[in-house]
């Protein structure tokens, strides 16, 4: 059973930069892709980025593209989002999932997930 906790959320102003991470545990990472999806109040989840197990392929929502970079180290059991030229509209609780084989974009696809964490952009 894969055990996700992210951290790294806060208060930022708008063009500022966070890094979330996301610790797995509870089992082996490898063969797991990982992903981060974020909800907004009165939103629904909706996909932000993901990474392929080992790291190769990466995959970002339009809306982030340029401005997130995803990274894992397989070593840590842990994914990474640098998160860049945060926007008002980045606000959001932030989840870490993860799913046992390719890295897919669908909330769904995924059967792990973290508890979240909060990010908040003042503008």
């Known amino acids: 059973q894969v055990q996700l906790v992210e951290s790294g959320g806060g208060l930022v102003q708008a063009g500022g930069s966070l890094r979330l991470s996301c610790a797995a545990s509870?089992?082996?990472?490898?063969?797991?892709?990982m992903g981060w999806f974020r909800q907004a109040p009165g939103k629904e989840r909706e996909f932000v980025a993901a990474?392929?197990?080992?790291?190769?392929?990466?995959y970002y929502a339009e809306s982030v593209k340029g401005r997130f970079t995803i990274s894992r180290d397989n070593a840590k059991n842990t994914v990474y989002l640098h998160m860049n030229s945060l926007k008002p509209e980045d606000t959001a609780v932030y989840y870490c999932?993860?799913?046992?084989?390719?890295?897919?974009?669908?909330?769904?696809?995924?059967?792990?997930w973290g508890q979240g964490t909060q990010v908040t952009v003042s503008s």
């Open positions: 999932a993860a799913r046992f084989g390719i890295a897919t974009i669908g909330v769904r696809d995924y059967n792990y």
């Open positions: 509870g089992g082996t990472f490898s063969g797991y892709a």
């Open positions: 990474v392929s197990w080992r790291g190769g392929s990466t």
